[in-house]
């Protein structure tokens, strides 16, 4: 468990530092917020209706929860290095703080592993721009959701290169002129 704490503050501590982002605009969540932020993530868009119950660990490559599906909102095909470019242009109000989830790994029944930070949408785009020039700062290429802090959207990034969009209030054109 140290190693994923430690981890977590250094991801912290070397976006802020690397991209000179006040710790304002990207924080990580606090410790005792953490669990209750996954928990409304994962109850309103994991599937738990498979055998394994499937959390939110492989969502954005096995399905949503087939409430949320109904919602989709398109899965497009993007280049990992510049696709988050468009989040400016994808989420209405830009300076509104999101929440960004790097999926560590695991699954529901080994314990699924996410960080959590706060942006906004500015600084997430630095930090992703960083975060994929140095392979998530050495801790290897991850899957990760962009959520609205209302809880009214999801976007996930998978490992296969696919932008998975769900819920309502997402400007997707940017996608479909391409």
Not at 3 to 23: A, P, Y
Request: include cysteine; aromatic fraction near 16%.
């Amino acid at each position: 468990m140290k190693r994923l704490v430690s981890g977590i503050f250094r991801l912290e501590h070397e976006v802020i530092t690397r991209c000179g982002i006040s710790k304002e605009h990207f924080r990580k969540v606090n410790g005792n917020q953490w669990e209750n932020i996954y928990q409304k993530i994962a109850e309103k868009y994991a599937d738990k209706t498979k055998i394994w119950k499937n959390g939110l660990h492989g969502a954005n490559v096995n399905g949503y929860s087939p409430k949320r599906m109904k919602k989709l909102l398109g899965c497009y095909a993007v280049d990992y290095s510049t696709w988050f470019y468009f989040l400016p242009q994808i989420i209405e109000d830009e300076n509104k703080m999101v929440y960004f989830l790097i999926d560590r790994g695991s699954d529901w029944y080994g314990g699924e592993r996410f960080w959590i930070f706060e942006s906004c949408i500015p600084e997430l785009v630095k930090a992703l721009d960083l975060l994929n020039h140095t392979a998530f700062l050495d801790n290897g290429w991850s899957d990760y959701y962009i959520v609205s802090k209302k809880y009214k959207w999801i976007i996930g990034f998978n490992h296969h290169d696919i932008v998975s969009c769900v819920g309502e209030g997402l400007n997707l054109d940017c996608f479909k002129n391409q």
